[in-house]
């Protein structure tokens, strides 16, 4: 490890925070992160009530297997002696009267869209095909334009390569405008739920996004056993080994700028904590607009916030049941027979 040379702050303690303060921490920076919460992990958590766990954040860890990711889950601590349960399909929907398996084996998935849609055979083919080939999670790398090199470059190039004859056929062609081509109504909205949700709708996401999505989401992506906390809790102690500290219950009202420069932040308590670096790890927009006023939107973020399409709020109830649901699908996407509206 190298001599810590600057301090840095790090505001939040999830995924993003605790990460950052590990890197830190490899490279050479003292780091310490203040997070409002009590324990680490931020959106990433799950709680406990009447002896059950309600977890609804970590469903799979990408990576989990190989590529970069997994090097990158190495490093900060998650991979020790971390065991992974791999489904076998992406989620189950039910129809009123009609029903599919997203299941990882292509063969039999297929043979399930066409006895739902004979007419739809051909697009179904195309579908099945594109999500059960080969995905371009081989061309990610963790390093930045400013640390990578020709070798970098040609390395990712040659990843990219076997796709180009994809992203030709697809490269202007949206996941939705896709879907919009299946006759039958139930294939329509089924094949829709492999990455999007009913009412959640991803306007403008790119088909060629599609492209390997069995093995990037099923047969790569583990579920960590032990779940959501396990894994984040493993990243928070990784930090703490490294000589990193989480100050807990500290909420940040405030970021401390100087000439332009963000040089420590401000607790609710009044105290005040500086660093020669200040990492934001939580929410964009309290940043942005509230604390600091928007004084420093550029363009990129400008659009962002003003453009971006809005995700519709989902509403989510958690229950526990007491008995072994082992057998039945992990995830089940069904109808109602008539629509709930809660809060318009």
């Known amino acids: 490890m190298k001599k810590h040379t600057s301090s840095i ?23 310490t992160i203040f997070e409002m919460h009590a324990i680490p992990g931020g959106l990433c958590t799950a709680w406990k009530r009447k002896g059950y766990t309600f977890d609804l954040s970590m469903h799979f860890l990408v990576g989990s297997k190989s590529g970069a990711f997994y090097k990158m889950w190495q490093e900060l601590g998650l ?39 004979p007419a739809d055979a051909k697009l179904s083919e195309e579908f099945v095909r594109l999500v059960s080939g080969r995905g ?26 076997p796709h180009l004859g994809m992203l030709r056929r697809y490269g202007n062609k949206t996941f ?9 109504g139930f294939v329509r909205d089924a094949v829709r739920c492999f990455g999007d949700a009913p009412d959640w709708p991803m306007q403008g996401f790119p088909l060629s996004a599609m492209a ?24 928070a102690e990784k930090y703490q080994k490294l000589g990193g500290e989480i100050k807990y219950k500290q909420r940040v009202t405030d970021i ?8 420590g932040i401000r607790l609710e308590d009044g105290s005040e904590h500086r660093a020669d670096i200040v990492v934001w790890a939580g929410d964009g927009h309290t940043a942005i607009f509230d604390i600091l006023g928007g004084q420093y939107l550029d363009d990129k973020i400008r659009k962002m916030y003003e ?7 989902l509403v989510h109830v958690s229950m526990g049941v007491a008995r072994d649901l082992s057998a039945q699908p992990h995830r ?3 109808e109602l027979e008539e629509p709930l509206r809660i809060a318009g």
């Open 79 to 117: 991979m020790e002696n971390q065991h992974f349960h791999y489904h076998d399909e992406i989620a189950y929907v039910g129809g009123l009267h009609k029903s599919l398996s997203i299941c990882a084996d292509p063969r039999r998935l297929l043979d399930q869209l066409i006895a739902l849609s």
């Open 136 to 161: 371009m999670m081989g061309a990610a790398s963790l390093k930045s334009s400013e640390s990578s090199g020709m070798f970098d470059s040609l390395k990712m190039l040659l990843a990219v390569l």
């Open 307 to 313: 453009e971006w399409t809005v995700v519709q709020p």
């Open 256 to 263: 401390i700028v100087e000439n332009d420069r963000a040089v």
């Open 176 to 184: 939705e405008e896709f879907v919009q081509g299946f006759q039958d």
């Open 9 to 31: 702050i790090v505001v939040g303690a999830g995924i993003a925070g605790l990460s950052t303060g590990c890197y830190a921490q490899m490279n050479g920076y003292q780091s």
């Open 332 to 334: 089940f996407i069904f």
């Open 212 to 235: 390997g999505l069995i093995n990037a989401t099923v047969t790569e992506a583990g579920v960590p056993l032990g779940g959501s906390q396990k894994a984040v809790f493993k990243i």
